[in-house]
């Protein structure tokens, strides 16, 4: 694990903390969570998220769309990616939606599970998860998977720390590569010792090959990273010896901490780099999932993690 501890000087000089108001409310019966990223197409915001009226958890979801006019009220559009058909690698759920423009297209990618599923209460002995991705040529579908497999699985090999999960991708362009972050976790190992990993393609839907310096931090739950100046900003999840803090790379995989945070749950900000190749803007808001009540629902986060030139 490659983390750095150079000095965060001029990094998030403007971060005043997070405020939060509601996007999607806390509707009884339904459970909304882990929203992708923000994209703004023909005059309206788009996210994806988690949509289960089975149990609150995401592991009978499917991934639904919402829109906004204005970023701050939404309204469910409809389900965007239903599960895979009978035998596939996400025939039992598709959830944790993550998005992409690329080469003229929407790309969507997502978890998966199979039929049958277990998710043995979070412990070592549940299903494994992979990644899968499907893509578009505008944000309202329709969406058409890039082929019957994962474009991500599990390690074969015990003893790497993405062996049991692969989960919650998150891309930037860099370069001329794809990098796609994640969540890995190891047979064996709890949740709370999730770490984050990368891997890298030339073409949004692979090949996707896994960095040799993985896992490239060693903290973390959801992910959530960003073009920030010629880098990368990062909002670690409060899991781990660097949970609950702002981080930065300045090459994508070496990371340092900047400062601590209590972090919005599932963070998917508005990406107004729009995956281009260039020094990204920051952000300033996006969506977030809320579960203070039994069933979780989305929320809006506002925050000043804008790069400053």
């Known amino acids: 694990m490659h983390t750095a501890t150079r000095p965060g000087a001029g990094l ?41 009226t089975h149990d609150p958890s995401g592991y009978q979801a499917t991934i639904w769309h919402a829109t906004s006019a204005d970023g701050v009220h939404w309204e ?35 978890t998966a599970v199979p ?29 058409e998977r890039a082929g019957p497999d994962p474009i991500l699985e599990p390690s074969t090999i015990a003893a790497r720390f993405d062996s049991h999960r692969v989960d919650d991708s998150c891309l930037v362009r860099w370069g001329r ?24 393609a030339a073409r949004p839907e692979g090949p ?14 959801e992910v959530c990273v960003w073009p920030h100046g010629a880098g990368l900003g ?7 010896p660097h949970g609950g803090t702002l981080q930065y790379s300045a090459d994508g995989v070496r990371f340092h901490r ?31 999932q809320n579960t203070t009540s039994p069933w979780p629902w989305l929320q809006r986060f506002d925050a000043n993690l804008r790069h400053l030139a």
């Open 12 to 52: 998030f000089s403007g971060f005043g903390g997070f405020r939060y108001r509601t996007a999607l409310a806390c509707e009884a019966g339904v459970s909304r969570r882990d929203p992708s990223p923000v994209v703004r197409a023909d005059g309206r915001y788009h996210a994806w998220y988690s949509r289960s």
């Open 76 to 110: 469910e559009r409809g389900e965007a990616l239903e599960r895979g058909g009978r035998g596939a690698f996400d025939e039992h759920a598709v959830f944790t939606p993550t998005v992409m423009v690329a080469e003229g297209r929407y790309w969507l990618f997502y």
């Open 208 to 221: 996707y090959t896994r960095h040799p310096a993985n896992p490239v931090l060693d903290s973390g739950h």
């Open 234 to 240: 990062c909002i670690v999840a409060p899991c781990g």
């Open 258 to 288: 900047v400062r601590a945070v209590e972090p919005p749950r599932a963070p998917g900000p508005y990406r107004q780099d729009r995956w281009r190749d260039s020094s990204g803007p920051g952000i300033a808001w996006g969506l977030c």
């Open 177 to 200: 590569e794809y990098r796609l972050y994640y969540k890995g976790r190891q047979l064996g190992l709890a949740p709370n010792q999730t770490t984050m990993g990368l891997a890298v």
């Open 115 to 143: 039929e049958p599923f277990d998710n043995a209460g979070g412990g070592p002995g549940g299903t494994q998860t992979r990644i899968g991705v499907a893509s578009a040529a505008h944000p309202d579908g329709p969406w």
